[in-house]
């Protein structure tokens, strides 16, 4: 059984799910094991980083521009190379340990859906695996 969750992803930016994988992890009823966190788009990815200072994620978006940019010579018709790049360096999912019915992430971390070809409707999956 895995849980499947939709996100509004008006603009190019980094969502925080980090409540969501909390919440799943809690419905799941796992106590200790693995959480994946899993989106099935390939201009949209999933990172964990700092949840402090919401200037770290717009840097980070600043530097994935800056990494990244479109390309005269890009051929893909939809015109969008530049996210399906960025989607790639970030990835498309995190897995996180669980133990006693929590992630464990550090401090300053939280885990993001990374929208990099806005607006768009989008989906992710959580999956909790039970293991000691
Ligand atoms: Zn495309």
């Given at each position: 059984m895995f849980f499947e969750y939709h996100i509004s992803a008006p603009r190019a930016d980094f969502y925080d799910i980090t409540s969501k994988v909390r919440e799943t992890i809690a419905k799941s009823g796992i106590t200790d094991g693995i959480a994946v966190v899993y989106c099935p788009h390939t201009t949209a990815g999933i990172t964990i980083n700092e949840?402090?200072?919401p200037d770290v994620v717009r840097d980070l978006l600043i530097g994935l521009d800056k990494a990244f940019p479109d390309r005269?010579?890009?051929?893909?018709?939809?015109?969008?190379s530049s996210a399906h790049l960025k989607t790639s360096a970030v990835g498309s999912s995190a897995t996180i340990i669980v133990n006693g019915s929590k992630p464990v992430l550090g401090t300053w971390q939280g885990v993001y859906f990374c929208?990099?070809?806005?607006p768009r409707e989008r989906t992710f999956f959580v999956k909790v695996v039970r293991g000691e």
């Open positions: 949840n402090a200072d005269a010579e890009f051929r893909h018709a939809e015109g969008n929208e990099f070809d806005p």
